[in-house]
Nanobody, 123 residues
Framework: VQLQASGGGLMQAGGSLRLSCVASGRTFSSYIMAWFRQAPGKEREFVAAMNWDGGTRGYSESVKGRFTMSRLNARNAVYLQMNSLKPEDTAVYYC?????????????????WGQGTQVTVSS
């Protein structure tokens, strides 16, 4: 599977951005999908994940209440709506896919990655 993330950009604090990730592959609807981010000099960290039908979702504490993940299997796509952005949200955001059940926080538990999209939030 190949993942293509887009939608990043420069935004002022308090603003909103919507990231998209489109996947190839006929079995997209069975994948666990997730978003991670990596700031300069820091490790890649979990942001959000969801199962195949969106019935199970997980968010990091740092984004809970501000970010919402969704998916549209008919379009092989997942989205990350980011509201009330803060400067500490600045990072490269990656989408990831996992073939097996579970919503792990460890990036090593995911099987495919997109190329990343830069999000910069100014104060």
């Amino acid at each position: 599977v190949q993942l293509q993330a887009s939608g990043g950009g420069l935004m002022q604090a308090g603003g909103s951005l919507r990231l998209s990730c489109v996947a190839s592959g006929r079995t997209f609807s069975s994948y666990i999908m997730a978003w991670f981010r990596q700031a300069p000099g820091k490790e890649r960290e979990f942001v959000a994940a969801m199962n195949w039908d969106g019935g199970t979702r997980g968010y990091s504490e740092s984004v809970k209440g501000r970010f919402t993940m969704s998916r549209l299997n008919a379009r092989n796509a997942v989205y990350l709506q980011m509201n009330s952005l803060k400067p500490e949200d600045t990072a490269v955001y990656y989408c990831a896919a996992r073939w097996f059940n579970g919503l792990p926080y460890n990036p090593n538990d995911y099987d495919a990655w997109g190329q990343g999209t830069q999000v910069t939030v100014s104060s």
